[in-house]
């Protein structure tokens, strides 16, 4: 998980420290990172650098897929077996999306 130490983190787009004062925006971590776009997995960024980025509108569209997949877990997974089970069969589309986009 991605943390924020404003006046110490450095956004990975720009180069320039994160203040307290910035609009930022963050990732969990979504894609591997061997990913074209894995810098964004797990990142702290100014949103305005994300915005800005060639990259920032494909990414957040991929992290909103995958975020889709995890809201649809069913609320009676109990075990973490359970979870990762589902997981593989619920997020198998959504790492075709993922591989195509990383061609």
Wanted: net charge negative; hydrophobic share 40%; proline share 4%.
């Amino acid at each position: 998980m991605a943390h924020l130490i404003a006046d110490k983190t450095i956004c990975p787009l720009c180069g320039k420290t994160i203040s307290s004062d910035d609009v930022v925006v963050g990732f969990p971590a979504f894609l591997k990172p061997s990913h074209r776009l894995g810098l964004f997995s797990d990142g702290i960024f100014h949103q305005a650098c994300v915005d800005l980025s060639s990259e920032g509108a494909e990414a957040q569209a991929l992290y909103t897929q995958w975020l889709a997949v995890w809201q649809s877990r069913p609320s009676n997974l109990e075990s973490l077996e359970d979870i990762d089970e589902w997981g593989k069969n619920a997020f198998a589309h959504y790492w075709q999306e993922v591989a195509r986009a990383d061609s």
